[in-house]
Nanobody
Framework: QVQLVESGGGLVQPGGSLRLSCIAS????????MDWYRQAPGKGRELVGT????????KYADSVKDRFTISRDNTKNTVYLQLNSLKQEDTAVYYC?????????WGQGTQVTVSS
């Protein structure tokens, strides 16, 4: 079955960095684009960015552009989200997602807390 397992979240000070990882299994990972989402307390889930199947194309939400970077290693079935210059408003649960048609598979999420 499809599994997406995120890791790498934690507590970081404003201005700090984290790298999130998402290991995928149960489908042909290298054939599909992947997304990262986040959900802050009391808010809806927000698309952070997306990466094409081979990693050549990435797109980002305006709120994270130039601070976050999505990459992937298809040999490891892993997609990454590098978070730099973190702000308190980046505090959220971060999810990787596999969008396939009208269906989306989600990981369990990893908490990122930005606080001094």
């Amino acid at each position: 079955q499809v599994q997406l397992v995120e890791s790498g979240g934690g507590l970081v000070q404003p201005g700090g960095s984290l790298r999130l990882s998402c290991i995928a299994s149960g489908f042909s990972f290298s054939h599909w684009a992947m997304d990262w989402y986040r959900q802050a307390p009391g808010k809806g889930r927000e698309l952070v960015g997306t990466i094409s199947s081979r990693g050549r194309v990435t797109k980002y939400a305006d709120s994270v552009k130039d601070r976050f970077t999505i990459s992937r290693d298809n040999t490891k079935n892993t997609v990454y989200l590098q978070l730099n210059s973190l702000k308190q408003e980046d505090t959220a649960v971060y999810y990787c997602a596999w969008p396939i048609g009208s269906q989306v598979y989600w990981g369990q999420g990893t908490q990122v807390t930005v606080s001094s």
